[in-house]
């Protein structure tokens, strides 16, 4: 039997059929007692990270100004240093970004400040 190169086997692997690729994974995976599934415990790593993969930055996004607009208007211009103006457009025009990229506890005391002054605050 003649010995075959690794260009022999390429060049196979390069022209098989998948049907004729997933018989010789099986040929293989029965003549030597292996197997190409992955590692149980490599697939379970990504799930004990979902924890850590939650987002880092978020965006504030004001839905809604409830019934104390006036209030609403204050704490935007508190929280952004906008003027009196800018700060009442931002507030009609909900849905609308105050604050886009923020670290999460940030951005949660800024929802708190809002949800205090009466607003609908979503973060993203």
């Known amino acids: 039997m003649a010995k075959l190169t690794q260009e022999d086997i390429l060049a196979y692997l390069d022209e ?13 995976e029965d003549k030597y007692g292996v197997t190409a599934a992955a590692p149980v415990a490599a697939a379970a790593a ?9 987002p880092k930055n978020v965006t504030v996004v004001l839905t ?23 700060a ?9 970004e105050l604050k886009k990229d923020v670290p999460a506890d940030e951005a949660e005391k800024i929802k708190a ?3 205090d002054a009466g607003a609908t605050v979503e973060l993203k």
Do not use: H, M, Q, Y
Request: aromatic fraction near 2%.
């Open 88 to 96: 009442k457009k931002l507030v009609d025009a909900v849905p609308s």
């Open 46 to 54: 990504p799930a004990e990270d979902a924890a850590d993969a939650a």
């Open 16 to 28: 098989a059929t998948i049907l004729e690729l997933n018989d010789l994974v099986k040929a293989i």
């Open 64 to 86: 809604s100004f409830g019934d104390k607009k006036v209030a609403v208007i204050k704490a935007v211009r508190e929280i952004t240093g906008l003027g009196l103006v800018d």
């Open 113 to 115: 400040t809002l949800t």
